[in-house]
């Protein structure tokens, strides 16, 4: 009796067949993707420089004089005064904004080292660059330490007083919303779709996993 021809196992069929082995290799992961420490900080920088030396020249040559128009009087440049939020929100609370903004700053600080994405790297140093424009000025100017009234100076049509700082916090709330919608981690990685159904578990009660083949057979 001959013994039994045994078929070798050839090409890439044969580790495809192990169960629990991926179809293809993964992609390259979020370690390979360098930190984007250097963008956020040069980000936040620039917008810190900005809207001090903003602040600083228009306190300097705006403070007691009219407003002064620009583009046919759509924008307004003058001296504002605001113990509160942005676009003078919550004028009364004043310590309390300067602590949201000490805990934003710490937060982004702490998360730098995750941020692997640029979008991400851009949107987190707007808002460190503006929470911390107009907590310089919660500190340091009138009438004391994190009571500080901060400097707006631009002013639209139908819109309140802002500064650079103001503006750079909304454009990064904006930016972090639709990162957020569009699925994009810190990582730059985007989200993983959720996963369906295993394939036993779609199929209705009762039906059997044979082949159509085998099916036909048993007719």
């Not at 992961?29 to 917008?47: K, Q």
């Not at 100017?141 to 500080?148: A, I, N, Q, T």
């Not at 904006?174 to 993983?192: E, K, N």
Request: glycine residues 10%; positive net charge.
């Amino acid at each position: 009796m001959q013994a039994a021809r045994r078929t070798p196992l050839t090409g890439p069929a044969a580790p495809a067949a192990r169960p629990g082995r991926p179809a293809s290799p993964p992609g390259p992961g979020s370690a390979a993707r360098p930190p984007r420490i250097r963008v956020l900080a040069g980000v936040a920088l620039t917008v810190l420089a900005l809207d001090i030396v903003s602040k600083l020249l228009v306190v300097a040559e705006l403070s007691g004089r009219p407003p002064v128009r620009l583009l046919g009087g759509f924008v307004h440049l003058l001296v504002t005064r605001n113990p509160g939020a942005a676009f003078s929100v919550g004028t009364s609370m004043t310590v309390v904004f300067s602590a949201i903004a000490v805990t934003v700053i710490v937060i982004i600080v702490r998360t730098a080292r995750q941020i692997r994405s640029l979008p991400w790297a851009l949107t987190l140093g707007l808002l460190l660059g503006g929470a911390t424009g107009n907590l310089a000025d919660r500190i340091f100017r009138y009438p004391g330490p994190f009571r500080g009234y901060v400097v707006d100076w631009i002013q639209l049509p139908h819109w309140p007083v802002f500064n650079l700082a103001d503006s750079s916090i909304v454009c990064g709330g904006v930016l972090a919303v639709l990162l957020s919608m569009r699925g994009i981690r810190l990582d730059g990685r985007r989200g993983d779709p959720a996963p369906g159904p295993p394939a036993a578990a779609a199929r209705p009660a009762g039906e059997s996993a044979a082949s159509p083949a085998a099916a036909d057979g048993a007719r």
